[in-house]
């Protein structure tokens, strides 16, 4: 079908809210939004929170774990495709990972994504989680779709080279922080106007580990326009979405005919 319904939810994530009832509260939020949606999208690291690194190897789970394992019930039970935010993922190496999962509407985990860009310079992520690598695009319910997360943001040459590989969407979990929430609506649309691609961007709000969350998650088309943007409160904003406007967009405006680099 061509024109599918997105939901993203913007999680709170607060330092007073144990993880496990996060966990259970989310399950079930993305529960109620798989049933009016054909595609739902969460933060990155919500069952911690991004800026909680103290709390990612004692959280982190395998892609076998209770909270992926949670989510593909839910994706099957409603038959929604449901980008599962990041989790802290341990790898069987050793190793801890940034890791997006994407559930189809089966059930099925579609792809995952190791996150490349780790925030925090020296420090941050880094130190506790190993960089990914590789891009990943994959098909789903929004077309050929490229996956991201957060700092990726920044970084203009990685969609580009997912655009290069058939990306028509970009799906990006985020902890974006309030300090620099102009820059994230600023990129984010920038993504999308450069790239000719939906943008599903989905932030947090709350406090935790010192950091207050800028929240404005946001539905973009591939002209730039605004579909849907949530406030810097927890809630779930929804688009319907014309996968068709992609090709015609590119086609009555060729400009990615004219790379040069």
């Not at 009016?36 to 959280?59: K, M, N, S, T, Y």
């Not at 920038?190 to 691609?197: D, F, L, P, S, W």
Request: aromatic residues 6%; contains cysteine; proline residues 3%.
């Amino acid at each position: 079908m061509s024109v599918v319904t997105a939901a993203l939810i913007q999680l709170a994530i607060n330092d007073d809210e144990p993880v496990d009832v996060r966990v259970a509260r989310t399950v079930e939020l993305t529960a109620d939004a798989a049933a009016d949606a054909d595609l739902v999208v969460l933060p990155e690291l919500w069952h911690i929170g991004a800026f909680a690194l103290a709390l990612a190897r004692e959280h982190a789970q395998t892609l076998e774990g209770p909270i992926v394992t949670r989510m593909r019930a839910v994706a099957a039970e409603a038959g929604t495709w449901i980008h599962a935010g990041s989790i802290v993922e341990a790898a069987s190496d050793g190793r801890y990972f940034n890791t997006s999962v994407v559930i189809n509407a089966d059930g099925e985990i579609a792809a995952t994504y190791r996150k490349m860009h780790l925030f925090g310079f020296d420090a941050g992520e880094r130190s506790v989680m190993s960089e990914g690598e590789g891009l990943v695009v994959v098909d789903t319910v929004v077309g050929s779709t490229g996956l991201a997360t957060c700092y990726d943001l920044r970084f203009p040459e990685l969609f580009r080279a997912m655009v290069a590989k058939g990306a028509q969407s970009f799906l990006m979990p985020s902890g974006w922080p309030s300090a620099r929430i102009g820059h994230w609506s600023l990129l984010a649309r920038a993504r999308a106007v450069e790239n000719q691609a939906y943008v599903f961007a989905c932030n947090e709000v709350g406090t935790h580990a010192g950091v207050r969350l800028g929240g404005r998650s946001v539905i973009i088309d591939p002209r730039g326009e605004v579909l849907a943007e949530a406030g810097t409160g927890e809630e779930v904003i929804a688009a319907a979405v014309d996968l068709d406007r992609v090709t015609e967009w590119r086609r009555e405006f060729p400009v990615l005919a004219d790379r040069r680099i």
